[in-house]
């Protein structure tokens, strides 16, 4: 897409406001981004970024997507104030967890161009992973439109089965905090071997951001990397016989995924 989309944004919290400051770091012109946020305190940090906030919807937009960052449970409320905006070819393009297209269908229409999304908390950061599905209406111009918009704050990847899209929430959407769940076992178990607080949490904060971009940047997929560093005998092959054992890790991990999914499921 040559020219980057105009947005108008609803919601505004944390991730709306990771959304902005990405768009904004892309180089989207603050004249192609209107937000409506009606907190006081957001409101007073849209404005620092030259940006036209609303504390209600907007009459008029000249938004050709308009992405809502509001919490699931607000969208019954809000979806209905941009009943209008369904007649001029916008694409709605929803980040709020769990809710379905047909969700939005069953509000706005279903000759409606709806895409749904699930980035995660490193988006504040330019490093998201993002999914995005959409349903039968929306063209060639508004896949590309929806994608921009993700793509400034880290990769997109696209689903064709939406039924998936609660697996994909409980491992990216919920799988930072997964992730820091083991930084902060790891630096316990530092802490309890004796080292001190100080140096168990920069041991393994450094040695879960290296792993990361290490797999990232690499040819060979994690598994290879971990017999990589695994020396017969060695003290890496003692700590992965405990993890690994009846693949303990590993069944954990399907577990916690799967509650998660399940979670997703009755949410919807």
């Known amino acids: 897409m040559n020219k980057p989309p105009k947005i108008l944004l609803v919601g505004c919290g944390n991730m709306g406001q990771a959304l902005l400051k990405g768009w904004l770091e892309q180089g989207w012109a603050r004249s192609d981004i209107q937000v409506v946020e009606p907190d006081k305190d957001a409101q007073s940090t849209i404005e620092s970024l030259g940006v036209e906030v609303s504390g209600a919807r907007v009459a008029n937009t000249h938004a050709e997507v308009v992405v809502l960052a509001v919490k699931p449970q607000q969208l019954k409320i809000v979806l209905p104030d941009y009943l209008d905006f369904t007649e001029k070819g916008h694409v709605f393009l929803s980040i709020a967890a769990g809710r379905p297209i047909a969700f939005y269908e069953s509000i706005l229409g279903s000759q409606i161009s709806i895409v749904r999304g699930m980035p995660n908390m490193s988006a504040s950061i330019g490093q998201s992973m993002t999914v995005l599905v959409g349903n039968s209406m929306v063209d060639h111009r508004q896949h ?17 089965d939406e039924s998936l899209m609660n697996t994909v929430t409980a491992i990216s959407g919920s799988g930072p905090a997964y992730v820091f769940l083991l930084i902060e076992s790891l630096a316990a178990a530092g802490i309890d071997m004796g080292l001190s607080r100080e140096l168990a949490a920069e041991l393994a904060l450094a040695t879960v951001a290296g792993a990361s971009v290490l797999a990232i940047n690499s040819e060979v997929d994690p598994a290879e990397l971990r017999r990589q560093v695994t020396s017969p005998g060695g003290t890496t092959e003692a ?14 991990m399907k577990e916690a995924v799967h509650a998660a999914t399940e979670r997703g499921q009755d949410l919807a």
């Open 239 to 252: 700590a992965l016989a405990v993890l690994m054992d009846n693949n303990a890790l590993l069944e954990l």
């Open 144 to 160: 590309e439109a929806c994608e921009a918009v993700m793509a400034a704050v880290g990769r997109v990847a696209w689903l064709e």
